[in-house]
């Protein structure tokens, strides 16, 4: 039995912190503020927020770690009972793989690209004392445990001969090699197809309850965490906004904030009629040099409404994107666009074609030129499709930022000094200033914060029926695809798996690869990731030891 | 990985080729005359065209680069035009004069170059960086000769520590030999350290930079473990192409400082070669530069295979 948690000395302490960075104007910027939590041995406590809420920063500071210029402005860490800040540095090494050990977001990043992955899985465990062979013999049984294909061999494989899921996996097996007390992972799926991250997912869950360690788990997705977590804080602007067990936090919410991030998940949108289609694609092929990404797909976007196109990193969907703009030229098959065909490429489409069809990015970041004011990118866009210029095309500029719900006083702003969020709805102005008749969206909400991202949603749809736009929806994101889209379409590999009505796709796929795709989604239900376990039946051991 | 070894191989050969043809075609193109320079003013034109035909010059330049080429891939170089001997003989002497040069620079610069640009990049931004930076800054900007002839100024003519030229004669010392050789040495290693050092440093910053070393350090490794498993294997591979460039800059700035110093090695011979119009000396001389540079270019890419993983192996 394990025992009660408020009866032991908690593994992890962390006491009224504080967490300071030189801000610009070199007053100092409180990072987190004032945050305290205990944590007992083998529980998993789940910290949530949006990106700039701190969860890094704290994850870190149970290792120790302050990164460029931050400082402890009062408050401690305790580790195992050693206050931290009080270790000297060879003290705190030991600490680190030891006591406490972190699995990192990006896993394909994390893992040195010149070595082996045994020989780093085993680097700390050796560093400890352990034989070189007792090392290997624990790391098989890691990757066993954890899924991994192969394990008596796979760590003879090089970083980039892993798969980013796999990477993540080995890192976790990593983390673990040493049988720390404490794992600090943080946004380890984030970077992986949802159908990946499942398997990731259920792998890791089972491997920390079997290895009875700690975690702190750090997600700004909710239903992970809530799968992932016996407890769950809420973090906004270095702040514990919620704190409490899963089940508590996410049925009865006391906090606005954690309301909202539980309400981001309900948007749902009103199915349109059906209407002819403004874009027909028939039998396209595209290619880049010898790669074939899409092979004979068939699919149309109704005529002021959204076709959503769903699938993994890998099924072209982007690629699609690109070739309806002409900036991939098609190698067969036709686009058809409000009954015209469209050419290939993009020297042999007239201004008003190009008009007609805008595309808003993934990355607004690198969609907007960091030298050129947020008027300047908007008024680029009104000379060159509209004839707009002067005053003209200040007006316009200050009315189109309105709509997007911005200061038009924003447009003398470089993209710099703007958020994430605000860039993305320069993007969607500077779309918008061509009255265009189709909009292909690449992803855009998948690089911002679930709130953020609702609201552009919000955005989008707004436009839609004041402008009558037809919607491309390019997303992996399943969230998203029930808030905006009228139809889908379900891409692997190319080509086309599933398409029909949003409620018939979704309601009842007709394909394995669908129904998959819809399991793999995260729910908010604290239960959900062990149905799925238990369906899958797995070779481990997931369920019959959690209180080891 | 094989295949892309020979690829690169059979692409050197081709430049050696094609560097034998560009040689010919220079010496061809040389204004002057080996017979009328070393028979002198006083020659009538009927001795100056029997020494022309006596060396076989009267054949067409087809046959002739067709002659040279084929004596070279049985590994003889062909005759001097001025004395006729054996060229082969003649460069033998001279090339280990010049390998030991060359070897002895680069003993010195690598590891100086090394050390020079890890210290900067380990304490980045600190007055060592900052000095580093500028020295290098300043060599790489410094031709050899300016260098060389000021170092015989101050360190030869003014405190006349050491010999302004550089001629080893039978009977020295391995102690007195050294002591002739540090002037050339200190001018090749001035000016070919700044490029490894800078490359050294640039590169182990980037790496430093990394998520993998954040994540060495999150794994509680001491920092010289850090730098020695974690950051040199991934700056090895252009820390090690720009090193055997550098090998190759120190081969041919050996023209210039040969001649300088009077060192007697291949640099000099070339040059006085070239006084004397001894074309076909000319063009192996510079055809053992060029298959060098060519080489050393090729190793560099061999080693930066070596070094990558992802060429190393199949995925």
Redesign the interface.
């Known amino acids: 039995m394990k025992p009660e948690p408020a009866m032991q000395v908690p593994l992890l302490d962390i006491d009224r912190l504080a967490i300071e960075a030189p801000g610009r104007d070199g007053a100092p910027l409180r990072l987190i503020d004032g945050v305290s939590l205990q944590l007992a041995p083998g529980r998993v406590l789940g910290l949530i927020g949006e990106s700039g809420a701190g969860k890094s920063t704290l994850g870190l500071a149970a290792?120790g770690?302050l990164r460029g210029g931050q400082r402890v402005a009062s408050g401690e860490v305790r580790l195992a009972g050693q206050a931290l800040g009080r270790l000297d540095p060879?003290a705190?090494?030991?600490?680190?793989?030891?006591e406490v050990?972190?699995v990192?977001q990006?896993a394909a990043?994390?893992?040195?690209?010149?070595?082996r992955l045994i020989d780093q899985v085993t680097?700390?465990a050796l560093?400890c004392g352990m034989s070189r062979a007792d090392a290997r013999a624990r790391a098989t049984g890691l990757f066993a445990r954890l899924g991994l294909p192969d394990p008596e061999r796979f760590g003879q494989r090089?970083p980039?001969?892993a798969s980013g899921g796999q990477l993540q996996r080995a890192m976790t097996a990593?983390a673990m090699c040493a049988g720390p007390r404490l794992i600090v992972f943080d946004e380890p799926t984030t970077a992986l197809d949802v159908t990946t991250q499942i398997e990731v997912l259920v792998a890791v869950r089972s491997a920390i309850r079997e290895e009875g360690m700690a975690a702190l788990y750090i997600s700004h997705d909710l239903a992970l965490v809530a799968q992932m977590a016996d407890e769950i804080m809420v973090l906004r602007h270095g702040r514990m906004v919620e704190h409490g067990p899963v089940r508590q936090v996410i049925d009865a919410p006391k906090s606005p904030y954690t309301q909202a991030l539980i309400g981001a998940r309900g948007l749902v949108r009103t199915p349109r009629p059906a209407a002819p289609p403004i874009l027909q694609i028939r039998g396209l092929d595209a290619a880049y040099g010898e790669m074939k990404v899409i092979g004979g797909l068939t699919l149309c976007v109704p005529e002021g409404g959204t076709l959503a196109v769903i699938g993994e990193s890998g099924s072209g969907k982007s690629t699609l994107g690109r070739a309806i703009c002409g900036l991939l030229p098609w190698s067969a098959g036709e686009i058809r666009f409000a009954g015209r065909p469209l050419s290939a490429g993009l020297r042999r489409r007239s201004r008003a074609e190009l008009k007609e069809i805008q595309l808003i990015h993934q990355l607004p970041d690198l969609a907007l030129n960091p030298r050129r004011s947020v008027g300047a990118a908007i008024g680029a866009a009104l000379e060159r499709f509209r004839g707009l210029r002067g005053r003209a095309a200040r007006e316009e500029t200050a009315r189109l930022l309105a709509q997007v719900e911005l200061d038009p006083g924003l447009a003398a702003r470089l993209p710099g000094a703007l958020s994430g969020g605000q860039k993305q709805r320069v993007c969607i102005a500077r779309a918008l200033a061509a009255e265009p008749r189709l909009i292909i969206c690449d992803e855009v909400t998948s690089a911002l914060d679930p709130l953020i991202a609702e609201g552009v949603l919000k955005l989008l749809s707004r436009l839609q029926a004041e402008t009558g736009a037809s919607y491309l929806f390019i997303t992996h994101d399943f969230g998203a695809v029930a808030s905006i889209a009228d139809e889908v379409a379900v891409m692997r590999q190319g080509s086309l798996v599933a398409s029909g009505p949003l409620a018939e796709v979704f309601a009842a796929p007709s394909d394995p690869y669908t129904a998959a795709l819809l399991e793999a989604v995260p729910q908010l239900s604290p239960g959900w990731l062990d149905e799925i376990a238990a369906r899958r039946s797995l070779p481990d051991t997931a369920r019959k030891d959690h209180a080891v | 990985m094989g295949r892309l070894i020979l690829r690169r191989g059979g692409t050197g050969g081709l430049l050696v080729l094609a560097s034998t043809l560009l040689l010919f075609l220079a010496g061809e193109m040389m204004p002057g005359d080996f017979a009328s320079k070393l028979l002198g003013a006083s020659a009538t034109p009927e001795t100056v065209e029997a020494l022309r035909l006596s060396r076989g010059l009267d054949a067409s330049p087809v046959a002739r680069y067709l002659g040279w080429l084929g004596g070279l891939l049985h590994g003889d170089l062909g005759l001097s035009l001025t004395n006729g001997r054996e060229i082969g003989a003649l460069i033998a002497s001279r090339l280990g004069n010049t390998l030991l040069l060359a070897g002895l620079a680069a003993a010195v610069a690598v590891p100086l170059a090394l050390a020079l640009g890890t210290l900067a990049a380990i304490f980045r931004d600190s007055w060592i960086d900052r000095a580093v930076l500028v020295l290098t800054m300043v060599t790489v900007a410094t031709p050899e000769f300016f260098f060389a002839y000021v170092a015989i100024a101050v360190l030869a003519v003014e405190l006349n520590w050491l010999p302004s030229i550089s001629i080893p004669r039978p009977g020295m010392s391995v102690w007195e030999v050294l002591q002739v050789l540090v002037l050339p040495v200190l001018t090749l290693v001035v000016t070919s350290t700044a490029h490894v050092a800078r490359m050294t440093r640039a590169s182990i910053v980037a790496a430093m930079d990394?998520?993998?070393v954040?994540?060495?350090?999150?794994?509680?490794?001491?920092p010289g473990r850090i730098v020695l498993?974690?950051i040199l294997?991934?700056v090895?591979a252009p820390v090690s192409a720009v090193v055997v460039m550098t090998l190759a800059d120190i081969v041919v700035g050996l023209i210039i400082v040969e001649t300088i110093f009077a060192y007697p090695g291949m640099g000099q011979l070339m040059v006085d070669s070239v006084a004397k119009r001894d074309i076909t000396v000319v063009q192996a001389c510079g055809l053992i530069f060029a298959a060098t540079y060519i080489f050393l270019n090729m190793a560099a890419d061999m080693l930066a295979i070596a070094?990558?993983?992802?060429l190393r192996?199949a995925?």
């Open positions: 290792l770690v060879r705190m090494r030991r600490l680190r793989g030891r050990a972190y990192a990006s990043a994390a893992f040195n690209p010149a070595q680097e700390t560093a090089f980039h001969q990593m | 990394q998520d993998y954040g994540t060495a350090m999150l794994k509680g490794l001491p498993r974690h294997p991934n090895a070094f990558n993983p992802r192996t995925r």
